[in-house]
């Protein structure tokens, strides 16, 4: 699938280093941080954020890994059973700053359902958000505390992140849709 | 009621999902889907999907051993338990499956409902979804029934075990539970034997369709009189390609085993003259010891419950090292889990 790209793998690595400080600065150093990826594509993202803190300020920020699937508002609105990737926290979120990273956000539920299954694993301090695109079109009242790249889109238009860990190359594509179901419309 | 044709054996599919490209936040979704609005038996359920179905219990385990071992996937959605047959762990894992996926549970026992004034079954089901039912786990004495309550109902029918036919959620954590403690986590060309009261068995049944589906070499053994009917389907074969063996030698049935499961002497359904005595029995077919060292060193242990200690099975052979029958119960929940969550996700116009 093609797609014009909207963000190479050079601003990726930016971004990602950029998000990286804003993270540090913001907490005041790296006391109670830990990272959580939502799974899939937030998983690689916070090792990458993880190992940019760690190159900086020579501290190893916990990294954890999140999955929403049985979180979701949706089950019997998607047309097959989502794969379950599984949920991996190793370390205790009772008065920690969590942040959450993801790689886009779209209309915000998946955030939601992040947050339901977040505080089912204790109490953090506080919990904050980092994406690598914001696309905008928002249904809940949710933003981002650490953006890469803000997108104006339209709800026609899809935005793909692809990352070396997954699909072999870094890259930010966006595509216009054609006809497509209404069952494959996002929803969470 | 269309009945789909018997299990297509695909062969064991590979395990990598259809990878889709990342929608922004739209599901990555099984290269499976489950298609079944049901679960009846598993004799329509196909090898593909079984592995979709031990895939969702890997992450059911999981949610298992979080410090809440409670997920909302089904909140807001009624599961309704009716049963006319005594269950402790059957009843209780669905209730506790369904509880941990955040499910209203309502809970029948037929004992001391209309059911003992005089009410069919499809009265039953009828009243049941007026009330709100949306899937109905249903446990019945008479083969069948949850079949005529699926006609009726409009949610989904899970068969929680029906007279001597089916019990296909327990077949599917036996299979579990063997496939987490086999080497290479697979009971393909392994030797598993069922050993005791096949006659009166529906988990013997439905074990039948997903062990030699999986590739196992199934062994039934026991008294001649407690395997009536089923040389003739092993002489058939369950289905092309399967292995499936009837003796009523133990040694020639142990020999080298891999994984040995006893069944309950089902007393409550045996007529007259189907077996001489317990005493002798358990004498000839008890899983004892002596009898378990011709199986394979660490060969499994495993019983559907509830036991008879001493009679199919020596309590040192129950609660030995070998044994994993505690574990069955707590792969029964997730297991449980993973069926309800399944359902729950099909939508009307879903094949039975």
Known sequence: ?188 | MTVPPAAEISTPADDAPVVVPSVDAAPETQAVAWRHRHLLDLDVVSWPEIELVMRTTDAMREVLERPIAKVPALRGRNVTILFYEASTRTRVSFEVAAKNLSADVVNIAAATSSVSKGESLVDTVRTVEALGAELLVIRHAVSGAPYLAAETFSGSVINGGDGWHAHPTQALLDLYTMRAHLPGGSVEGRKVVILGDVLHSRVARSNIWSLTAAGADLWLCGPATLLRGFEAWAGRGAAAGRRFHVTSSVDEALRDADVVMALRIQRERMASGLLPSLREYAARYGLSAARLALARPGALVMHPGPMNEGVEISPDVAAGTQSLITEQVTNGVAVRMALLYLLAGTRPGDAA
Do not use: C, W
């Open chain 1, 1 to 188: 699938m093609s797609g014009r790209h909207i963000m190479t793998a050079e601003e990726i690595r930016r971004a990602t280093i950029r998000i990286s400080h804003e993270i540090v600065e913001k907490q005041a150093g790296t006391s109670g941080l830990a990272l959580v990826g939502i799974q899939r594509r937030g998983v690689p993202l916070a090792r990458r954020i993880a190992a940019s803190i760690a190159e900086n300020e020579s501290v190893d920020v916990p990294v954890g890994a999140l999955d929403i699937t049985f979180y979701r508002d949706d089950l019997s609105l998607v047309a097959q059973q989502p794969v379950v990737k599984g949920t991996d926290l190793p370390f205790d979120l009772n008065g920690s700053t969590i942040v959450l990273v993801d790689d886009v956000l779209y209309t915000g539920r998946t955030i939601r359902a992040a947050m339901d299954a977040l505080v089912d694993f204790g109490r953090p301090q506080a919990i904050r958000l980092a994406v690598l695109v914001d696309r905008g079109h928002r249904e809940l009242p949710i933003r981002a505390d650490h953006v890469g790249k803000n997108v104006p889109t339209s709800r026609e238009e899809i935005v793909r992140v692809h990352l070396a860990e997954i699909d072999d190359e870094d890259a930010v594509l966006i595509d216009r849709v054609e006809v497509r179901e209404p069952e494959a419309e996002p929803v969470a």
